[in-house]
């Protein structure tokens, strides 16, 4: 019984201290690091949007056809 307590009270101990040195480890991004990110996710707006357009370009005539 007392094993099972102490295993319960461990996992929320152990996710804290995970978690702090998780937190200690991390560091802001410098300007060069925060504008590679900005394209990098811009990039990815741009080429979702494009694959988006061409998916429903394609479909409007298919749909039309059909229905």
């Known amino acids: 019984m007392s094993d099972k ?3 319960i009270v461990d996992i929320p101990q152990s ?3 995970e978690g702090t040195q998780f937190m200690t480890r991390c560091t802001k991004p410098n300007k060069k690091e925060y504008i590679q990110i900005c394209r990098a996710v811009g990039m990815g707006f ?6 988006g357009y ?4 394609i479909h409007i005539p298919i749909h039309s056809i059909l229905v």
């Open 46 to 51: 741009v080429v979702m949007g494009f694959i």
């Open 54 to 57: 061409f998916v429903k370009l």
């Open 5 to 7: 307590i102490k295993e």
């Open 15 to 17: 996710f804290i201290r």
